[in-house]
């Protein structure tokens, strides 16, 4: 399964006690309240499986889909909606999970988009933050692991829609890039 080209960045172990303290943090912060996590398919579907299983406030769930246009490992820039959201969420506590701010195209789109949309607050929780790829500027609420600028697969997270099933986060090889160019 090409698992040489893969280097463990952060094991099972550490993403479970991180993800525990988020939602601790998460449920603390929303305390009294029913937030709506809205999900960013594909890559949030395991971080945010383990997320609300970890909180102890009541929530309540729905997905987006983006698509962010360029090759499998870079971006253009540009950002469309795939999928929307089932509802309306004017008045509604809303929590964007995603799995990596990476330049921060996607996510700043999304908070503008769903921005507008009355929420009566929108915050973001992402597992892991590239802060050396941004090209432009921002700041999620919640952030699981800052990590420095190498390609990462797993957790949910894919190198051609490959890789999300695996259950640590993974540095994939340069040479795992030849081969498959
Ligand atoms: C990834 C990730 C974020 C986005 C972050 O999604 O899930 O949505 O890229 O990159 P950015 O900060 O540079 O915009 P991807 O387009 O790979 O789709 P996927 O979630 O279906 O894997």
Same mark, same amino acid.
């Given at each position: ?30 305390? #009294?309240?029913?937030? $709506?996590? +809205? ?8 971080? =945010?499986?383990? *997320? @609300?299983?970890? !909180? ?34 004017? #008045?509604?506590?809303? $929590?964007? +999970? ?8 996607? =996510?700043?789109? *999304? @908070?503008?988009? !769903? ?50 099933? =695996? ?15």
């Amino acid at each position: 399964m090409g698992q040489d080209k893969l280097e463990v960045l952060l094991s099972r172990s550490v993403i479970e006690r991180r993800v525990w303290e988020l939602a601790a943090q998460i449920s603390r912060d929303y305390e #009294g309240e029913e937030p $709506l996590l +809205v999900g960013v398919l594909k890559g949030s579907f395991v971080f =945010l499986a383990d *997320l @609300v299983r970890n !909180l102890s406030v009541p929530c309540r769930l729905d997905f987006v889909q983006v698509a962010s246009y360029g090759s499998a490992t870079k971006t253009c820039g540009e950002v469309a909606m795939v999928k929307d959201l089932g509802g309306p969420i004017c #008045g509604c506590h809303v $929590l964007i +999970v995603e799995d990596i701010v990476d330049t921060g195209l996607t =996510l700043s789109w *999304l @908070v503008k988009l !769903l921005g507008s949309r009355q929420p009566a607050s929108l915050r973001v929780c992402a597992l892991l933050d590239k802060k050396d790829r941004r090209v432009v500027p921002f700041e999620a609420d919640y952030v699981g692991f800052p990590i420095p600028d190498r390609f990462v697969v797993g957790y949910g997270l894919d190198y051609g829609e490959k890789y999300r099933f =695996l259950p640590e986060v993974c540095v994939l090889r340069e040479a795992a890039f030849q081969e498959d160019i």
